[in-house]
């Protein structure tokens, strides 16, 4: 049985930002079928910033001590800002996890990412544009395994191949 520091337990036995947001701009989910952990992020968005953040997690402790320092951790981020958290930056933030329960924090990063795809694609498309997250990467970093993305407009993550309709639809 996993091991948990006092921060980890704070944030799982008392989760902040818990729930949903009503007309939220952008929504992101990621899940694990190996481990059954799913995570669900909703953002609102004000002048580039994440105004709001919340989320709903069924899963174990980690998972939902993951989501609740994610939301933490990315309020009032821009939102290039918040595409740059890693699961990295999350674990150290809680003061580490059981290497078993590692996978966690990548959950929680890429739920955020994918939330923030979502309203990209979302104002995209109400200017007439298409809108791919790879290319908007800019040399940033998969929104799927968190690999650097080249400036060249490219399509498709060379490091998990994950593609734009992948990254905005999560199929």
């Given amino acids: ?90 674990v150290r933030e809680l003061g580490g996890l059981p290497k078993i329960k590692l996978h966690c924090s990548n959950l929680g990063a890429q739920a955020l990412h994918r939330a923030i795809d979502n309203y990209r694609e979302k104002q995209a498309k109400l200017k007439g544009e298409r809108y791919n997250p790879m290319a908007a990467a800019d040399g940033g970093n998969c929104p799927h395994c968190n690999a650097e993305i080249s400036e060249d407009g490219t399509t498709t993550c060379q490091t998990c191949g994950a593609d734009e309709k992948e990254c905005v639809t999560g199929e």
């Fill in 1 to 90: 049985m996993p091991v948990y520091n006092e921060k980890v337990m704070d944030h799982f036995m008392n989760p902040r930002n818990v729930g949903e947001i009503e007309n939220p701009d952008g929504v992101g989910e990621e899940g694990n079928p190996v481990c059954g952990d799913m995570m669900t992020i909703y953002i609102k968005v004000k002048d580039d910033r994440l105004e709001d953040i919340k989320f709903k997690t069924f899963g174990c402790g980690s998972a939902i001590a993951v989501s609740s320092m994610v939301s933490v951790m990315a309020r009032g981020m821009t939102l290039d800002e918040a595409m740059k958290l890693t699961p990295d930056q999350v």
